[in-house]
């Protein structure tokens, strides 16, 4: 398993930008996707954003539809960091953020209806705060 930290979590205004940052240590492997997740008080968690971190640059994103447009997923290799870049927040982003962590898929396995859901990762950070006043 993957261990995972986050931070940037703030309180910021409507229309306002936080860069949550997931730092990565561990095996590569069990960090080949990686997505992140949030969870307001009183909701379920659920998933923003997620990304494959191997090959080429990768280049494989799924976003939800609440958060295409003003949410970025990115990672930056030298420093075993994954990022989500969040512009344009509204009040209704405000939630617990946390980054999450799995493995390579099996073999044909398509991760389009896997991503969102929390059971596909098998390691998770302890979350940061985002709090979006309007």
């Known amino acids: 398993q993957a261990t995972l930290v986050e931070s940037g979590g703030d309180s910021v205004q409507a229309g306002g930008s936080l860069k949550l940052s997931c730092v990565v240590s561990?095996?590569?492997?069990?960090?080949?996707?990686m997505g992140w997740f949030r969870q307001a008080a009183g909701k379920e968690r659920e998933g923003v954003a997620a990304?494959?971190?191997?090959?080429?640059?990768?280049?494989?994103?799924w976003y939800d539809d609440s958060v295409k447009g003003r949410f970025t997923i990115s990672q930056d290799n030298a420093k075993n960091t994954v990022y989500l870049q969040m512009n344009s927040l509204k009040p209704e982003d405000t939630a617990m953020y946390y980054c999450?962590?799995?493995?390579?898929?099996?073999?044909?396995?398509?991760?389009?209806?896997?991503?969102?859901?929390?059971?596909?990762?098998?390691?998770w950070g302890q979350g940061t705060q985002v709090i979006v006043s309007s």
């Open positions: 561990g095996d590569r492997h069990s960090s080949m996707y």
């Open positions: 990304m494959y971190r191997g090959g080429t640059g990768g280049g494989l994103n």
């Open positions: 999450a962590a799995r493995g390579a898929l099996p073999v044909g396995l398509s991760y389009d209806d896997l991503w969102f859901r929390s059971s596909s990762y098998d390691s």
